[in-house]
């Protein structure tokens, strides 16, 4: 992982750094472009169209494109780089991976808000879901480490990044998610404000005559973590300015806590139970205080975290971090978003080419 900042001037420039880097001898990576056989491309916005990976064709870059004014940050810069990297590497399948594509499962009552139903149909506004590959990954270690089947598994997964949410997953399939229409809504996050009453806007829209550009950076930048405590958004700088005392930076995580217990209560609701609580990204994975305060006191729905094993879970494994007498498991599983886009885009391009390449 070494850095090698300099000014890249587009994808394909940006690409082709990358192809030089896997080339160059020094880092034994791939003797020639031809030793790659596929790309997987991460995209964030799959809209409604999307349920599963696909091989990127020119009806799926147009869908891609439709998704853009759903996810205008996200999107537009997926697409460039699929653009680039089909530049780069013109003769081998190019796969997508989309975000939203786990939660295709939502029900109607899990999807839908509560505004006019031609809202829906017209604008196709509704609740899609990300972290999608991640809730994906970890529910999937959740039964190959206890041999559980997925259709008789409730488990609610926790993705506590710099963006973070939680998805109830009942027989393997995502039933409901705290991000929504865009991945906005939900948990406190590191800069993003997560669910607020929406009339807070027109009331600030009034007070302080902003514009739409104005709320969208106030809730998506300058909000979340680094707004309540007016002090950073990394949680690791948090916990170290409350430990010296500052008050702000303590309500700042506590309030990250509570909304993390509050959709976990909720989820249990919504399934009827719960075998699991799994905890994964930077701070469900590294921060045992986080995982405490976030399911403290909740024996009553029968969940006990072991302090100890909690607070001395190995980095990078997975590690069952509840009590023996604990109903619902609690579990700290590492996510790797990138090996289930490798495996998808492995699956999707030897079905696509037959030639035998592995
Ligand atoms: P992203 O969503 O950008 O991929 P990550 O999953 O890497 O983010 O998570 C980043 C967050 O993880 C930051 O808030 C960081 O402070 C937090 N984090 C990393 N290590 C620790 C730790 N040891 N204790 C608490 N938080 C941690």
Redesign the pocket.
Known sequence: HTKSPRTIANHTEALQEVMNYLLDTENQIIESPSDIKAVGHRVVHGGEMFKDSVLIDDDVTAAIEQAFDLAPLHNPPNLRGIQAAQKNLPDIPHVAVFDTAFHHSLPNKAFLYGIPNRLYRRYKIRKYGFHGTSHYFVSRQYYKETGKKAQDTKVITC??????SIAAVDGGKSVDTSMGFTPLSGLV??TRSGDIDPSILFYLIEKEELTLANVHALLNRHSG?LGVSGYA???????EEADNGDRRCQQAIDLFCYKIKQYIGSYIATMNGCDAIIF???????????RQESLAEMDYLGIEVDEEKNNNAE?GTVQKISTNSSKTDVFVIP?NEELVIAIDTAKIAMAADQSPWV
């Open positions: 993705h506590l990044g710099n963006g973070a996050m590191g973590l958004s990394d949680m690791r700088d948090l916990i994964t990204a930077g701070i469900g994975e590294n921060s045992p205080l986080i980095r996510t």
